[in-house]
């Protein structure tokens, strides 16, 4: 499909929205892309801070979660049709893990979820993604 404006076609959600399903059928998209409302949401680079606070979070909880539990990082969560956000970190239940191939996660699966506030996504993270 052809560009409009230098944006590629492919950007723009159908009438009824992406679906929470079609992330997984679109090579094309950049990492950590998420889907809030229908619409995908592009994620901006993060900064050292942000990195750095995933990290020590990731190893503390990886020690003291009980073996019931799983910790999992930027994995996305399918809250329903149109709606697949990526929190930086989710406590799952280990029977959701099925493999090494899952790219989501159930929401009903879902015991804690994590994210890194940063200035620049501020809005979306506080707003729209709870």
Known sequence: ???ICGVPRWVFPPP???RATDLDHMPQLPAHTELIDGSLVFVSPRASFHTLMLFLLERE????VPSQLRVRREMSIILGT???PEPDMVIIRAEAVQGTGETAYQAGDVVLVVEVVSPESEERDRKRKP
């Open 16 to 18: 009824e929205g992406f």
């Open 82 to 84: 149109r709606q697949r």
């Open 1 to 3: 499909m052809s560009d």
């Open 61 to 64: 909880l990886r020690r003291y």
